[in-house]
């Protein structure tokens, strides 16, 4: 039997940059579970340069539990490295390359696992789900989690396996990205005044994006479990004005808030919107051709999985650790939660400090752990869940 290094030597080695194809890794991985007997399905996407697979081992029916992972990892641009990126390499007891902590090793230790479950009398299927374009704002998986819901399957629980360092985490805020055109009225400079700037109606935006996140401080949720404990919104591109003397006709930006799962998301993007739609109005007053337009680029769901529910005990049982985490990062874990109404964890290997970063690596040890909790899963999928 492949231990996991092997298995992630084999993972690491496939480039499956987000920007890149996956589809070697995906028929690397299908290879794999189809010999072990188990039910794959291939789901390409719209251009055929990437895929989903979504495998089943053991017996239909209700019940059982998720192994998830993304499949993709940022890039290496402008890292500088100490060993291969896509050559796994063992050192002081640390297992180096892209992704071996984000999320290959969890990977690699499903897949071994699977190769156990294949000899042994399960009473409850167990189920892979993993996915491409994670890293680019969760897009890949949502043709999944359709497909999924498609089929009627009800299994028990899911584990999502970022790096938590195989704590239980419960929880991490929803993100939306927002692309924001301002358009102003282009003239000489010497006009300015009785011209509409796109630049002042994005800076008007961009005060009025601020006094929300005042008001959040002052009154909005909280929870203390999260380093940054409420709700954020954040402006990170602007661009504007092309000379000194020419009124900015237009104006851009992208900009996107990270609410906690009590802060509707629903809510803030119409409180958005009518931030804009304030700021239009009153420069339509000048020049009916001017405003701003707010587009939704994506948006996924916080993750706020109850500390006291079935699947924390469960997946807090098969770790033995008793800790549980909300993290910083956005996962696809909201998505199964919401979309498939889906008990969902996170717990894998590695820490979430090591990933995307040059020279990111997996502790030996974490990924023996990891090893560890999912055989304990197999024992409790041959009693049943
Ligand atoms: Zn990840």
Redesign the pocket.
């Known amino acids: 039997m492949q231990t996991s290094h092997e298995l992630l030597a084999k993972l690491v080695g496939f480039p499956t940059v987000s920007r890149d194809s996956n589809l070697e890794l995906i028929d690397y991985i299908k290879t794999h579970l189809s010999a072990l007997g188990a039910e794959c399905h291939i789901l390409p996407n719209a251009e055929g340069t990437k895929a989903n697979l979504f495998a089943t081992l053991g017996p239909q029916g209700d019940g059982g539990v998720v192994l998830s ?2 499949t993709d990892v940022v890039p290496i641009d402008g890292q500088k490295w100490d060993t291969p990126p896509f050559t796994l390499t063992e050192r002081d007891q640390r297992f180096y390359g892209r992704g071996t902590a ?2 290959k090793g969890f990977i690699a230790c499903a897949l071994r696992i699977a190769t156990q479950a294949a000899e042994r009398e399960l009473q409850s299927p167990l189920y892979f789900a993993f996915s491409y374009d ?2 680019v704002g969760c897009l890949g998986v949502r043709p999944m989690l359709d497909f999924v819901s498609e089929t009627g399957l009800r299994p028990a629980l899911c584990i999502v396996g ?2 938590t360092s195989l704590e239980v985490g419960l929880g991490h805020k929803g993100k939306t990205d927002f692309r924001v055109v301002c358009t102003g009225r282009e003239a000489h400079s010497s006009f300015a005044p009785g011209k509409v700037s796109a630049l002042h109606l994005a800076c008007d935006f961009v005060a009025a994006i601020r006094a929300i996140q005042d008001e959040i401080n002052a009154k909005g949720a909280y929870d203390e479990e999260y380093d940054v404990p409420r709700t954020t919104l954040h402006v990170g591109v602007f661009h504007a004005g092309t000379a000194l003397n020419i009124v900015p006709g237009k104006a851009e930006m992208e900009m996107e808030f990270r609410n906690l799962h009590s802060d509707s998301s629903e809510d803030l993007i119409q409180r958005v919107q009518e931030e804009a739609a304030k700021i239009t109005a009153e420069a339509q007053k000048q020049d009916s051709e001017t405003g701003i337009e707010v587009t939704v680029e994506v948006t996924n769901p916080a993750l706020d999985t109850p500390a006291d529910s079935f699947a924390t005990e469960f997946v807090k049982s098969l770790t033995g650790g008793n800790s549980t985490c909300k993290v910083a ?1 956005g ?1 696809e874990a909201g998505l199964f939660a919401e979309r498939l109404n889906l008990p969902t964890v996170l717990c894998g290997p590695g820490s ?1 400090t090591q ?1 995307h970063q040059p020279n990111e690596w997996v502790a030996l040890d974490q990924l023996a752990h990891c090893d560890a909790m999912l055989e304990n899963l197999l024992v409790r999928l041959e009693a049943g869940i």
């Open positions: 992972g993304h984000d999320m994670e890293e970022e790096p990062y996962t979430i990933a």
